[in-house]
């Protein structure tokens, strides 16, 4: 039976591809099916007390989940919260006391804001992934919670039942994710991800818990992150102005 060495950094996401891609065509040069013993050793040093080999779960898997939960709770349970009160006239008995429309949407943007951050520190201590540079990580999840509740509050905004706000929440959902784990192999995507939040999120917790990167590393990572997280706000507030919700 044929044996393949391969030396990759487990870490990556196109290192798993390559090692994929090798297992098959050994076995189809070969004329093999399964087993097919593939021995990989890895290029970067592994964290004390980690696995030789963390690409599965609690390696690769980590920044992917902790993307995914942030997008999911950020772009979903704001618009959910803010249209099911629209539906349900709620929202008119909540004005009727000395609340503004602001404070209101305020609320509702904290609420959303401490669930995305506690759902995702949750994913990192199941995932396994308390490593690397936490500081910096915590840092990177409070900008994606900020960045995308923020598009969750803008759809909210503009959606007037939470039907809507489903289908929008979903047609923001599934091509960001598709995007995020394309871009980095499609040049021509490239161009596009530098204006998309989620490539600054992904590449920021892949850098601080894998590769234990520090802030001199990541600063004009942070500072485009937080600089397209003030434009979605910017965008809000306009959009609050223009629906006279700002008072």
Same mark, same amino acid.
Do not use: H
């Given at each position: 039976?044929?044996?393949?060495?391969?030396?990759?950094?487990?870490?990556?996401?196109?290192?798993?591809?390559?090692?994929?891609?090798?297992?098959?065509?050994?076995?189809?040069?070969?004329?093999?099916?399964?087993?097919?013993?593939?021995?990989?050793?890895?290029?970067?040093?592994?964290?004390?007390?980690?696995?030789?080999?963390?690409?599965?779960?609690?390696?690769?898997?980590?920044?992917?989940?902790?993307?995914?939960?942030?997008?999911?709770?950020?772009?979903?349970?704001?618009?959910?919260?803010?249209?099911?009160?629209?539906?349900?006239?709620?929202?008119?008995?909540?004005?009727?006391?000395?609340?503004?429309?602001?404070?209101?949407?305020?609320?509702?943007?904290?609420?959303?804001?401490?669930?995305?951050?506690?759902?995702?520190?949750?994913?990192?201590?199941?995932?396994?992934?308390?490593?690397?540079?936490?500081?910096?990580?915590?840092?990177?999840?409070?900008?994606?919670?900020?960045?995308?509740?923020?598009?969750?509050?803008?759809?909210?905004?503009?959606?007037?039942?939470?039907?809507?706000?489903?289908?929008?929440?979903?047609?923001?959902?599934?091509?960001?994710?598709?995007?995020?784990?394309?871009?980095?192999?499609?040049?021509?995507?490239?161009?596009?991800?530098? %204006?998309?939040?989620? @490539?600054? *999120?992904?590449?920021?917790?892949?850098? +601080?818990? $894998?590769?234990? /990167? #520090? &802030?001199?590393?990541?600063?004009?990572?942070?500072?485009? %992150?937080?600089?397209? @997280?003030? *434009?979605?706000?910017?965008?809000?507030? +306009?959009? $609050?102005?223009? /629906? #006279? &919700?700002?008072?």
């Amino acid at each position: 039976k044929p044996a393949l060495n391969l030396i990759t950094d487990p870490n990556n996401f196109r290192s798993l591809i390559f090692t994929e891609t090798c297992r098959e065509l050994t076995m189809g040069y070969a004329g093999l099916e399964y087993p097919l013993t593939v021995n990989v050793e890895s290029v970067v040093p592994q964290p004390s007390g980690q696995p030789s080999n963390p690409a599965g779960y609690t390696g690769f898997s980590a920044p992917s989940l902790l993307l995914i939960s942030i997008l999911i709770v950020g772009v979903s349970v704001l618009p959910a919260t803010l249209t099911t009160e629209k539906e349900k006239k709620t929202i008119t008995a909540l004005l009727a006391s000395p609340v503004t429309p602001m404070d209101v949407i305020l609320g509702k943007a904290a609420f959303g804001l401490a669930l995305t951050v506690l759902i995702s520190l949750i994913v990192m201590a199941l995932s396994n992934s308390t490593t690397g540079n936490l500081p910096l990580a915590f840092g990177f999840i409070l900008l994606g919670a900020l960045a995308f509740n923020g598009i969750g509050l803008l759809i909210a905004v503009y959606a007037n039942s939470y039907q809507t706000a489903s289908i929008l929440s979903s047609v923001i959902m599934v091509p960001v994710m598709l995007f995020t784990f394309l871009y980095s192999f499609i040049d021509a995507l490239k161009l596009v991800g530098a %204006f998309m939040p989620n @490539t600054y *999120l992904m590449n920021g917790l892949n850098d +601080a818990i $894998l590769y234990n /990167k #520090g &802030l001199a590393d990541e600063w004009l990572n942070l500072l485009i %992150f937080g600089a397209i @997280t003030a *434009l979605i706000y910017a965008a809000i507030y +306009a959009s $609050l102005r223009r /629906k #006279g &919700l700002d008072a």
